[in-house]
C-alpha cells in the first residue's frame, strides 16, 4: 500500500508502517505541483494541515482508502465527501490530550496567580506583591464546554483542587463521575466562574463565544480557548475584558490563524488583536496546547495502531 506524507509527522509512524509492508512516499516539503503526479496511485495519505482535503484534491485520488490526519481537528477535510466514497478517516486526539490538559491547567494557574506579568515586572525592577495578589481554583466553579479526549483530560487535572466542574457536550451523555457533573449550557451559565472550551471546529461551533454567550453569564468570569480559533470571536472577547465581565482570558488559539496554523500574525492590522496583545488580563499561546515532545510520538503511535488495525498487510 503507497502512502503520501504530505506533512511532517513523528518518524514512528514511517517506520511502524514500513516495517508491515507499507511503501512511504515522504513529500512533506513539496509543492502540490509536484504532489499531483503521484496521487493517482496513493493509497493512503498523511497530513496535518498543510493542504485541504477537498473534493477536487480528492478527486485526484481514484485509489486512497484513508487519510490519516495527525491531531484532533478534522475541519481541512471534505468528511460528508470522504464518506460517500468510503474513504476511512483517522485522527489521534487520544495522543495529545494529555498535553491539552496540562497546557489549560497551566494557563489557568498563570492567569490566577499573575505568573507572566509578575516576571515581567520583576525584570524592570518592580517587587510589587500586593498588585501581584493571586487567586486560588479552590471553590471555583469550571465550565467545560465539550467534553471529548480534551475536555475529559483538563477535568482530570483539576482534580484535587476542589472545585466544581460543570462539562456539557450536544452529543455525549452518561459521564458525570465523582468529579464531573453532566451540565446544561444554562446551569453553566448561571455558575461558571471559568469557562474552557474543548470544542471542534465545525458549523455549530464556529463563533460559538459570541455576544449571545457573553451575555448569557451571570458572573464575571475568565475565559479559555485551546480549541479552534473560530470558536471564540476576538472582538467579543475585547468587548468583555473592556466591560469586565471578562476578568482575564487565556487563549492558544485566534481567530486569525489561517488554515495551516502557522504565521498567524504577519500583516495582521486590527485593534481587537492590538488589545488582546497588550492588555495584562490575556495570556496567549501559538497554537501549542497540544504541542510536546511527549505529545509529537504519541500522536503518530495512535495513528499508527489505528491504520495497522484496518490495513495491516
Known amino acids: 500500500m503507497k502512502i503520501l506524507f504530505l506533512d511532517s509527522v513523528h518518524p514512528i509512524l514511517n517506520d511502524r508502517l514500513t516495517q508491515n509492508g507499507f511503501e512511504c512516499i515522504h513529500l512533506e516539503n513539496s509543492t502540490i505541483s509536484e504532489i499531483e503526479p503521484l496521487l493517482e496511485t496513493a493509497q493512503g495519505i498523511v497530513i496535518r494541515s498543510r493542504f485541504p482535503m477537498n473534493a477536487a484534491f480528492l478527486d485526484k485520488c481514484p485509489k486512497i482508502k484513508f487519510i490519516a490526519r495527525s491531531g484532533a481537528g478534522m475541519e481541512n477535510i471534505d468528511i460528508p465527501y470522504c464518506e460517500q466514497r468510503g474513504i476511512q478517516l483517522y485522527n489521534s486526539p487520544e495522543g495529545n490530550r494529555n498535553a491539552v490538559g496540562e497546557h489549560a491547567l497551566g494557563m489557568l494557574l498563570t492567569l490566577f496567580n499573575h505568573l507572566h506579568t509578575a516576571k515581567a515586572e520583576i525584570k524592570k525592577g518592580i517587587w510589587d506583591r500586593e498588585g501581584n495578589r493571586g487567586m486560588e481554583i479552590d471553590g471555583k466553579t469550571i465550565g467545560i464546554i465539550g467534553f471529548g479526549h480534551n475536555g475529559r483530560s483538563f477535568a482530570q487535572k483539576l482534580r484535587g483542587f476542589n472545585c466544581q466542574i460543570l462539562a456539557y457536550d450536544k452529543y455525549v451523555t452518561g459521564y458525570a463521575s465523582e468529579i464531573v457533573k453532566e451540565s446544561t449550557l444554562d446551569e453553566i451559565y448561571q455558575k461558571a466562574d471559568v469557562i474552557s472550551f474543548h470544542v471542534p471546529q ?25 480549541s479552534r480559533g473560530k470558536v471564540v470571536e476576538s472582538k467579543i472577547v475585547v468587548a468583555g475584558l473592556k466591560n469586565k465581565k471578562i476578568l482575564g482570558a487565556a487563549l492558544d488559539v485566534l481567530d486569525y490563524e489561517n488554515a495551516t496554523f502557522e504565521n498567524t500574525l504577519e500583516n495582521v492590522q486590527d485593534d481587537d488583536l492590538i488589545y488582546l496583545l497588550n492588555n495584562l488580563n490575556v495570556l496567549l499561546t501559538p497554537h501549542v496546547a497540544g504541542w510536546t515532545d511527549e505529545s509529537y510520538e504519541k500522536l503518530s503511535s495512535v495513528l499508527a495502531d489505528k491504520i495497522l488495525l484496518e490495513f495491516s498487510t
Open 202 to 226: 465545525n458549523k455549530e461551533t464556529v463563533s460559538y463565544f459570541n455576544s449571545n454567550f457573553l451575555q448569557a453569564m451571570k458572573k464575571p468570569f475568565f475565559l479559555i480557548n485551546i
